[in-house]
């Protein structure tokens, strides 16, 4: 029986059981010597085969914002007018329902569970299958198999953009949900103190090593406006976003204000990209979205130029 | 799905009967000696897994060896038949990169 079955057990609506496992290929752990040796296999075909593009909304530091960000750059891409989902991923730290009132999946379609919608965004979060308690115990492979679940088991259908909350850190959760997706790029959240830089380095290296593309860096609570001066003031040593985009040559996608109304508007379920698209963080969110998709743009133009297969016979 | 342009590459040709060049996505140009390349083979034969010391001796590589073919690998690599036989090394780009001379 399938971890997300058994979860759906304890819910108050028990769901038919997804599809048996499919027959995997032997797994290509990506180790520093077989990564980038093996593309990562597409798996759930079904459940993805509709999703234009996967991007991951990490950072390898905790508590810098990546599900505010995650969230606020969902509803910028749906007022944007894409077609839009959003996976929470994070299964110690439950929070999409919270942050934006989304409720429960109700139908199955087939083998797959039916995201609920929101505003127009699909949305699946571990929140939704387990008590947070229950979600508390999972542990490693547990873990990373539930991840595999929500991308292959759900009726994404056609999107335009399926966005991943990654959770912090970067171990074998992270390694799974990069391997499971094929990941069209990765969004890297930081905040500016030097204390987050080294964590967001790592997850920079392990997007490197699973050769995903590192579209950017957002830098989230870069600045303070008050309301008595139009300033922005820097509470925090500045420039971590900027010194990292430098350090790897990586375009600075966005820098975030510090706003008491995000924290506010995220409590609530109003998320200001949603409720206040005109307050200075929602701008920013905005623009920070625009500068994803030119990214990703690019990288697509790129892509087309790159030589596919090649074969050359040296003339001796 | 999209790459880094540092690890692809736009054009591969022979220059000239000992060297490889080619043209990366974010149009540099590299140059490899092939005999350097054979020397510096990356594979679990020339390399120690565990501790990454060079097995292989580079002076018992001849100045005569050649590629016979090269073949691209997924996207990120490329692999190499030399003329003494060898035939295991598989080259990342990002290996690649590293060696090349501008
Ligand atoms: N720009 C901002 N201004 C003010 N508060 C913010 C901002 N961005 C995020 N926060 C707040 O910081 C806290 C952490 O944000 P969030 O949950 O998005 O981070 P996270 O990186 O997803 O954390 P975790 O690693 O636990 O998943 C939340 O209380 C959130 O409301
Ligand atoms: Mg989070
Ligand atoms: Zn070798």
């Known amino acids: ?316 | 799905m999209n790459y880094p342009a540092a690890s692809a590459i736009k054009e591969i040709w022979q220059k000239d009967p000992r060297t490889l060049a080619a043209t990366w996505l974010d149009n540099r140009q590299a140059q490899w000696d092939v005999v350097a390349l054979r020397r510096q083979c990356p594979c679990a034969e020339c390399v120690d897994e565990t501790s990454g010391a060079r097995k292989l001796v580079p002076e018992q590589i001849a100045e005569s060896v050649r590629p016979l073919v090269i073949r691209s690998v997924g996207r990120y690599a490329m692999a190499i038949e030399f003329s003494d036989g060898h035939r295991t090394g598989i080259y990342t780009y990002d290996l690649l990169r590293k060696l090349s001379q501008q």
Request: charged residues 15%; contains cysteine; positive net charge.
């Open chain 1, 1 to 316: 029986m399938s971890l997300l079955t058994r979860i759906f057990k304890k819910s108050p609506n028990p769901l038919p059981p997804p599809p048996p496992p499919r027959e995997e290929a032997p797994k290509a752990r990506p180790t520093a010597k077989t990564a980038g040796q093996h593309k990562p296999e597409q798996l759930g075909g079904q459940a993805l085969s509709g999703v234009r593009q996967i991007i991951a909304v990490a950072s390898g530091k905790g508590g810098v914002g990546k599900s505010t960000s995650a969230v606020n750059l969902a509803y910028c891409l749906i007022a944007l007018g894409y077609k839009v989902g959003l996976l929470d991923a994070d299964i110690y730290g439950p929070s999409l329902a919270i942050m934006t009132g989304v409720g429960n999946p109700e139908e199955m379609q087939g083998a797959l569970v039916v995201p609920p919608i929101h505003q127009g965004i699909k949305m699946i979060s571990v929140a939704m299958f387990a008590s947070a308690s229950s979600a508390q115990i999972l542990r490693g492979p547990m873990a990373g198999n539930m991840i595999k679940q929500f991308l292959t088991n759900v009726a994404w259908g056609e999107l335009d953009y399926l966005l991943i909350d990654y959770p912090p850190g970067t171990g074998d959760i992270q390694l799974t949900i990069s391997q499971t997706a094929s990941l069209a790029g990765a969004i890297m959240i930081t905040s500016p103190q030097e204390i987050a830089l080294a964590d967001v380095r790592k997850a920079i290296a392990m997007f490197g090593t699973l050769k995903v593309p590192v579209l950017g860096i957002i830098e989230t609570m870069s600045y303070f406006i008050c309301d008595s001066c139009d300033k922005k003031h820097f509470i925090f040593t500045q420039g971590g976003g900027a010194k990292l985009a430098a350090e790897f040559a990586l375009p600075l996608l966005g820098q975030i204000p510090l706003a008491a109304e995000i924290t506010a508007s995220s409590d609530e379920g109003k998320p200001l990209s949603l409720h206040r698209t005109s307050s200075p963080a929602a701008q920013a969110y905005r623009a920070a979205a625009e500068q994803c998709l030119s990214e990703l743009g690019r990288l697509s133009q790129q892509n087309t130029a790159a030589l596919g297969s090649f074969t050359l016979h040296w003339k001796q």
